[in-house]
C-alpha cells in the first residue's frame, strides 16, 4: 500500500507564498500520475493540479498562473508551489496517486491533507 505524506501547509497572509510537498513510499511513483487536491469548509473535494510521468500537467482555472505543480521522481515527491494566495485558497490540501498515467486513471492513494489557511 503507497503512503502519501504531504507537508508545507500554515497560515499565510494574502499575497504570500507556500510550497506544499508530498513524499510517496514505493517504487512505482515515476510512473504514475500525481495530484493535489483541496477541501473547503462545506464544499466537494476539487481537483488543482494535475502532473504526469513525463511532466505534462494540467490546472483547474481558478488556480491558473498562481500555482505550479512538479515533480522530484528521484526523491519520490511532488511539490505545490503556491504564489498570490487568497482567501478563497484556504482548504485542506490532498495529495493523490492514480491507479495510472492516463486523463482517465482512478486515484489509488490519499494522502491524510495539509491545512492551508489564507488570511486577508
Known amino acids: 500500500q503507497v503512503q502519501l505524506v504531504e507537508s508545507g501547509g500554515g497560515l499565510v497572509q494574502t499575497g504570500g507564498s507556500l510550497r506544499l510537498s508530498c513524499a510517496a513510499s514505493?517504487?512505482?511513483?515515476?510512473?504514475?500520475?500525481m495530484g493535489w487536491y483541496r477541501q473547503a469548509p462545506g464544499k466537494q473535494r476539487e481537483l488543482v493540479a494535475q502532473?504526469?510521468?513525463?511532466?505534462?500537467?494540467n490546472y483547474a482555472d481558478s488556480v491558473k498562473g498562481r500555482f505550479t505543480i512538479s515533480r522530484d521522481n528521484a526523491k519520490n515527491t511532488v511539490y505545490l508551489q503556491m504564489n498570490s494566495l487568497k482567501p478563497e485558497d484556504t482548504a485542506v490540501y490532498y495529495c493523490?496517486?492514480?491507479?495510472?498515467?492516463?486523463?482517465?486513471?482512478?486515484?489509488?492513494?490519499w494522502g491524510r491533507g495539509t491545512q492551508v489557511t489564507v488570511s486577508s
Open positions: 493523490a496517486m492514480y491507479t495510472g498515467n492516463g486523463y482517465d486513471s482512478s486515484i489509488a492513494s
Open positions: 514505493g517504487s512505482t511513483f515515476s510512473f504514475k500520475a
Open positions: 502532473i504526469f510521468s513525463g511532466s505534462s500537467t
